[in-house]
């Protein structure tokens, strides 16, 4: 058996484009690196059950989104003048595409059409600023949906959760707000699948905050994680969090330590430090389970290798496999969800 890995990257060096590779369930291997389309630095990908395929999107100063279909046939662009996406996210109730800027502080909403293309519905400029030099603006750097089916944005530059009401159209209303701490850039946000819980992973001060989460949009602060030894002095930036699919884990990546750090769930919710693993390659800006979750792959944007780690599912630990797999500047790599 085999999983189809898809990789995003950016193109400001080697890479063309999104890219595919074949890991091996019962081995956990890497191979047959394919260049299945070509964009500009198509950093952040999502799929649908449809066989399309949604890609952060470049082209001649404009940035936004590009629709796909799996075979990397090109349905359409939608672009505007500035720079392009961060994040992409799929609605399938509302058969809506979310996108989030972060040079622009703004979120997006895209309708898909009977063809599979994408328009444009709404776009909400975000504000704020926070005491961090990286923070002298609104940084919306996640949009995604809660478990009640609204929209929940993170907005690393003014250390804020943000949660919109969404009409079927794809209208985008403020309805609460979760301010973290300050300073921390709230980066990346993942939901228990069964506890009222919710882990903010914070980009600038290598933290990450548990919440409760009582639904519509309302988040209680409960406790916070570091994602670093405590000895450690370098520079760091928290990159990407996913939790385990059996809801019993927790894994954050970090630039600059160059590491992942694993915490255990505990029966509270709360979070328990348990591994902090080299990653292998420089600034692991992104990582993800395989499709039977016995395998974790870490894609590193600087060193341009893509590691692969034995994931014990009872202790959470990561056991190296390898690290010398070439894929070119990525900073992104799931499964189809969908396949």
């Known amino acids: ?3 189809t890995l898809y990789f995003g990257t950016y193109t400001k060096r080697d890479s063309k484009g999104i890219y595919t590779a074949q890991l091996d369930l019962s081995t956990g291997q890497l191979s047959a690196l394919e260049l299945l389309t070509p964009e500009t630095s198509p950093t952040y990908l999502a799929f649908n059950p449809s066989g399309q395929l949604y890609s952060v999107a470049g082209q001649n100063g ?12 090109l349905l359409n662009h ?19 595409v979310y996108g989030s800027n972060y040079h622009k502080g703004q979120v997006t909403a ?63 209303t403020p309805i609460n707000h979760y301010q973290a701490q300050p300073g921390s850039g709230p980066r990346h946000l993942v939901f228990h ?28 602060y409960l406790s916070q994680q570091a994602t670093l030894p405590a000895d450690y002095q370098g520079d760091n930036a928290v990159g990407a969090i996913r ?32 591994q902090i693993v080299s990653s292998h390659g420089d600034f692991p800006r992104d990582f993800n389970f395989s499709s039977d979750q016995n395998f974790l792959i870490v894609v590193h944007q600087e060193s341009d290798n893509a590691t692969v780690f034995k994931r014990n599912p009872q202790t959470g630990h990561l056991e190296l496999l390898s690290s010398d797999f070439y894929v070119p500047e990525a900073v992104f790599v799931s499964t189809n969800p969908y396949q």
């Open 193 to 220: 699948s069964h506890f009222k819980m919710a882990y903010l992973a914070c980009e600038l001060n290598s933290t990450v905050e548990t919440l409760v989460y009582d639904g519509v949009g309302d988040f209680d």
């Open 78 to 96: 939608v672009l505007e003048d500035g720079a392009s996406l961060c994040y992409i996210a799929y609605d399938s109730p509302r058969q809506l």
């Open 243 to 274: 939790m385990s699919q059996d809801g019993k884990f927790v894994y954050v990546s970090n630039r600059g330590h160059n590491s992942i750090a694993v915490f255990k769930i505990l029966a509270d919710g709360n979070l328990q430090q348990v």
């Open 62 to 73: 404009q940035g936004g989104i590009g629709a796909y279909r799996l075979t990397g046939e």
């Open 110 to 172: 895209y309708r898909i059409e009977e063809n599979g293309r994408l328009a444009l519905v709404d776009a909400v400029n975000q504000e704020g600023s926070g005491p961090h030099p990286n923070q002298a603006s609104s940084h919306v750097h996640f949009s995604d949906l809660t478990p009640d089916k609204y929209l929940v944005t993170c907005d690393l530059g003014a250390d804020r959760v943000t949660t919109y009401s969404v009409s079927d159209a794809g209208k985008l």
């Open 1 to 3: 058996m085999f999983d």
